[in-house]
């Protein structure tokens, strides 16, 4: 498993909850900055997550949330790596609508955009150098990778309970159920945190991508009136990432 593979794999951690009314767990001016260490390797990466209100079509109030991984330091002369992902919702609805994710290392470059098309249930991916797909799309509010990790901070989970939960990884959805495991105090360089774990398992369709190999995933939400995404954890055969929250500024009102 490459670095770029892990820190893309971390992002997937916190799925999106899919519900009738899903809150978009981001404002206006929000910024969450997180370190990742893979192994005994502490700063090889960061995930910078950035949101904003715009204004769509015919003014449509929208939120632009944009986000930055890369690999750091030592990590970043052997694999150069760095990732950017835009997405937009609705406001008002509630649904993403429209996201572009690109990727840059040493000798590739990928790109691609996936156009949300809720009345006939698809969404349109397209690569740079290929025609546009059509891909069905489940039931539910898909939401981009990046901002899946923001999400968890909406749900209220206690330990021993779970709900259904609908991610988009490049071009495939993938349908989990999350469990809240218990509780746990959390050191970051924000301070100590109590915290919710979830773990998101696949558990009513057959598991593929990185937990058809036998990958787990667990993600600590503060218990607090934040309740923000602390960390997450991705664990693999050989190894595993950790993110740890290292910078947050909070919302704004939209002037």
Known sequence: MSLRKLLLAAVLASPVLARANPDLGLGNEESLTYHVSWAVLPGVGSITVNAGDVLGPAGKPMLRVVTRTATRGLAHLI????????????????????????????????SHTV??????????????????????????????????????????????QARDALVLFEDEFYQLTVHATGYESVDTPLGTF???????????????????????VRVWVAQDA??????????????SGVATLSAYRPPVEAK
């Not at 109590?194 to 998101?200: F, G, H, S, Y």
């Not at 593929?208 to 190999?213: D, E, T």
């Not at 934040?226 to 190894?239: A, D, I, N, T």
Request: proline share 11%; glycine share 4%.
């Open 115 to 160: 156009a949300f098309d809720y009345p006939n249930s698809r969404a349109v991916y397209t690569e740079a150098s290929s025609p546009p797909r059509n891909l069905p799309m489940p039931p539910g509010y898909p939401t981009d990778l990046i901002t899946c990790l923001l999400h968890a901070r909406t749900w209220d989970l206690k330990p021993g």
């Open 194 to 216: 109590n915290t919710l774990v979830l773990e998101p398992r696949m558990e009513k369709t057959p598991p593929k991508g990185m937990f058809k190999r036998g990958s787990t």
């Open 79 to 110: 694999l150069p790596f760095e990732a950017n992902a835009e997405s937009l919702f609705d406001k008002e609805s509630e649904r993403l609508l429209w996201l572009s994710e690109t990727s840059t290392t040493r000798t590739k470059y990928q």
């Open 226 to 239: 934040r309740r923000l995404p602390v960390r997450f954890h991705v664990q693999f055969k050989f190894g």
